[in-house]
């Protein structure tokens, strides 16, 4: 006699997206800070999902939103699954499982709610990346500029964007990519994504109606949302000084929202790469000072038999897991194909990194593409083994060839896809 009871959502932006999804136990857990219960249905109803008499335990979904203001880049719920193990089934790539049993009675099988995020965004213009300025002006004949770095700098494209007015300030997003040369040789480079304005007057009808900044009807400026485009800048270096570089991009950026200052810009990029020397055994540590409140110490690499990388193995350990890095190994060993991706930029090298280093004395020699844009994803289907990492909005488009091995860096898991279907309809 237990009603059926089903999960309904409605897709919008006229509230700030779900980040999170739960399932309470009633007088068993407290509240999650955040979180709301759903206890009722629209209807004024008990929600409880559990089946059985009244002594059984209350079960109730709960979901926690973005704060108000920061919901725009947000990464938010945009899929919902429901698993049963006992069938066979389990979690659908990419998507988290709230480990906590739907059905906690005494039949019927274990019930889990399972949920995928992704950045919350609409109102998107997307172009490909290019080059705006450039310092030094002419290549040096020791190292060209690789005419692709705009891409890598930006591997989900150059955007522009309308934000809500009250949205607040997002945080510049730092990532790190490697570009191997035609003689094996490195280049790393480390690049900031951050927001600026972008004039209305230089965007047409048509693109001012995509961005919904006017009315459909009668054309008239929406006045409540601001205009923003997504830029980067990068530093390129043979050395993966990653983390002093980051510091550097950091003090750029700041530099170049604030003010007035006493020495433009040009200076502190000048001096940082003309005036600043490299460690050396008589200097092993540089003290390079920015300003009165930034510095940054450039160290000389560790000597080690180890070649030189930006690999990070504790990043490795701390997503994967020792398991899931020992199958990785095995994985890298044999020369499979691995597709690594995350949410998360900034992790996807200093893993890629990793795995090729953990081999050695063994030399991974086939392509290598740490960081790819999406625009570069067709490598998948080369017929060698490689390792490649993209940002996990690469399925919400395609499912990879079913050769390839996926490895998941926010949910921990390693998963195969059964058939190569291709571009998603829809």
Request: contains cysteine.
């Amino acid at each position: 006699n237990n009603p059926q009871m089903y999960i309904c959502y409605k897709r919008g932006r006229d509230k700030p997206p779900i980040v999170e999804l739960g399932v309470h136990y009633d007088g068993k857990d407290r509240p999650k800070p955040g979180h709301k219960i759903l206890d009722t249905t629209p209807y004024s109803r008990s929600a409880n999902l559990a089946s059985g008499g009244p002594g059984h335990q209350r079960t109730f979904l709960t979901y926690r939103r973005a704060s108000e203001g920061q919901g725009y880049s947000t990464l938010g719920v945009t899929d919902i699954c429901l698993i049963m193990p006992s069938k066979g089934e389990s979690t659908p790539h990419t998507f988290c499982r709230v480990d906590r049993n739907l059905n906690v009675g005494l039949w019927g099988p274990a019930l889990f709610l399972c949920y995928k995020k992704a950045l919350a965004k609409g109102n998107t213009l997307v172009y490909e990346a290019g080059l705006l300025s450039r310092y030094p002006k002419e290549d040096a004949e020791s190292f060209p500029l690789p005419e692709s770095v705009p891409v890598f700098c930006l591997p989900m494209g150059a955007t522009i964007e309308s934000w809500p007015a009250d949205t607040k300030y997002q945080l510049p997003v730092f990532s790190t990519f490697v570009l191997t040369g035609a003689s094996g040789d490195k280049v790393y480079g480390a690049a900031i994504q951050f927001y600026e304005p972008f004039p209305r007057e230089r965007l047409s009808e048509r693109q001012c109606l995509w961005l919904n900044l006017l009315t459909v009807v009668d054309r008239r400026p929406i006045t409540s949302k601001s205009v923003q485009t997504r830029k980067s800048i990068c530093v390129l270096s043979h050395w993966p000084f990653f983390d002093v570089f980051c510091k550097f991009l950091t003090f750029l950026y700041r530099y170049s929202i604030s003010g007035p200052h006493v020495l433009p810009i040009e200076a502190h990029i000048s001096h940082f790469m003309h005036n600043v020397p490299f460690p050396s055994p008589q200097r092993p540590r540089i003290l390079v000072q920015m300003s009165s409140y930034d510095n940054m110490i450039l160290c000389q690499p560790v000597s080690s038999p180890l070649p030189l990388s930006g690999a990070s193995f504790l990043t490795l350990l701390q997503t994967l897991g020792p398991e899931n890095a020992v199958a990785l190994l095995v994985a890298v060993v044999t020369e499979q194909k691995l597709l690594i991706h995350s949410l998360r930029p900034d992790v996807l090298t200093s893993v890629g990194e990793a795995l090729v280093s953990i081999i050695f004395p063994l030399r991974w020699q086939c392509p290598y593409i740490p960081l790819c844009p999406l625009t570069l994803a067709d490598v998948l289907c080369a017929p060698v083994p490689f390792i490649v990492g993209l940002h996990s909005s690469y399925f919400d488009l395609y499912d990879p060839p079913h050769d390839v091995i996926c490895v998941d860096l926010d949910t921990n898991t390693i998963f195969h896809f059964p058939l190569c279907t291709g571009a998603r309809s829809g």
